[in-house]
Nanobody, 115 residues
Framework: QVQLVESGGGLVQAGGSLRLSCAASGSVFSADAMGWYRQAPGKQRELVATVTIVGSTNYADSVKGRFTISRDNAKNTVTLQMNSLKPEDTAVYYC?????????WGQGTQVTVSS
């Protein structure tokens, strides 16, 4: 069973930076794709950024130019570097990994950006 463990959330002032990490375990294969999603109170979960096994990336328009996603296939980790954070980035951030068309989710980590 694949397990994802996130770390790196916290409280930061607007304009600051945070780095989220997610480590996957329980599979001998690298995930086909890994990514970060977020859910703010009262809103639906939304895509933040994804990266495929070959390194192709995709970002939500709201984070382009501020966030950078990367992965280490050897370590089965994915990282989200978040710069120039805004109060509207406040949400619970979830890591997702896709293995053979099955999605696995982490437990989520809170990111709070104060104005």
């Amino acid at each position: 069973q694949v397990q994802l463990v996130e770390s790196g959330g916290g409280l930061v002032q607007a304009g600051g930076s945070l780095r989220l990490s997610c480590a996957a375990s329980g599979s001998v294969f690298s995930a086909d794709a890994m990514g970060w999603y977020r859910q703010a109170p009262g809103k639906q979960r939304e895509l933040v950024a994804t990266v495929t096994i070959v390194g192709s990336t995709n970002y939500a328009d709201s984070v382009k130019g501020r966030f950078t996603i990367s992965r280490d296939n050897a370590k089965n980790t994915v990282t989200l570097q978040m710069n120039s954070l805004k109060p509207e980035d406040t949400a619970v951030y979830y890591c997702k990994a896709r293995y053979l068309r099955t999605d696995y989710w982490g437990q989520g980590t809170q990111v709070t950006v104060s104005s």
